[in-house]
T-cell receptor
Framework: NAGVTQTPKFRILKIGQSMTLQCAQD?????MYWYRQDPGMGLKLIYY???????DKGEVPNGYNVSRSTTEDFPLRLELAAPSQTSVYFC????????????FGQGTRLTVV | ELKVEQNPLFLSMQEGKNYTIYCNYS?????LYWYRQDPGKSLESLFV?????AVKQEGRLMASLDTKARLSTLHITAAVHDLSATYFC????????FGAGTRLTVKP
């Protein structure tokens, strides 16, 4: 039972570099989400998707991009990394709007130096 | 703009005591979730509340939802050390927005 898989688990980036955080789910969920969690804080929604080919901005989308070409995958792209993007990133998925809870990946701890 | 507010943000309890965590939200929704997060870990689903008056219980935790008051509560009965964690509520409005979390510490 893989559930939601995020890679990598840890990453250090230099300012100005770019990277893609990978997220894959094997539960055939329509909805997928990207959140960031700063130390001691709650989760802030970056982007979400309600199905393949459909994405929408959340609370804090600036500096990030997403795509959803398949139901399974929802990568998050960081362009021109900045220290303010140092955070733990969580990917989550759910069956659909309001039916069940979301299932979370294990997180990616990103440090920008 | 949707706001989800939890209180208290920090809670230190003695084992055996009862307490309630509150989650207020600013817009109409009848879908609310509670999650638990242990330090350095991911989030684990606790309760799914999908209608006004919904009440769910699991062990020493009980969650309820009042959609008219836009309020959910998470009640802890006879706390034990294993309940120490951060508890989040989340409101579903098409996307899912989280409260800031309540960091619970249960002391012997």
């Amino acid at each position: 039972n893989a559930g939601v898989t995020q890679t990598p688990k840890f990453r250090i980036l230099k300012i100005g570099q770019s990277m893609t955080l990978q997220c894959a789910q094997d539960m055939n969920h329509n909805y997928m989400y990207w959140y960031r969690q700063d130390p001691g804080m709650g989760l802030k929604l970056i982007y979400y998707s309600v199905g393949a080919g459909i994405t929408d901005k959340g609370e804090v989308p600036n500096g990030y991009n997403v795509s959803r070409s398949t139901t399974e995958d929802f990568p998050l792209r960081l362009e021109l990394a900045a220290p303010s993007q140092t955070s733990v990133y969580f990917c989550a998925s759910s069956v659909g709007q309001g039916y069940t809870e979301a299932f979370f990946g294990q997180g990616t701890r990103l440090t920008v130096v | 703009e949707l706001k989800v507010e939890q209180n208290p943000l920090f809670l230190s309890m003695q084992e055996g005591k009862n307490y309630t965590i509150y989650c207020n939200y600013s817009t109409t929704s009848d879908r609310l979730y509670w999650y638990r997060q242990d330090p350095g870990k991911s989030l684990e689903s606790l309760f799914v509340l999908l209608s006004n008056g919904a009440v769910k219980q699991e062990g020493r935790l009980m969650a309820s939802l009042d959609t008219k008051a836009r309020l959910s509560t998470l009640h802890i009965t006879a706390a034990v050390h294993d309940l120490s964690a951060t508890y989040f509520c989340a409101v579903d409005m098409g996307d899912m927005r989280f409260g800031a979390g309540t960091r619970l510490t249960v002391k012997p």
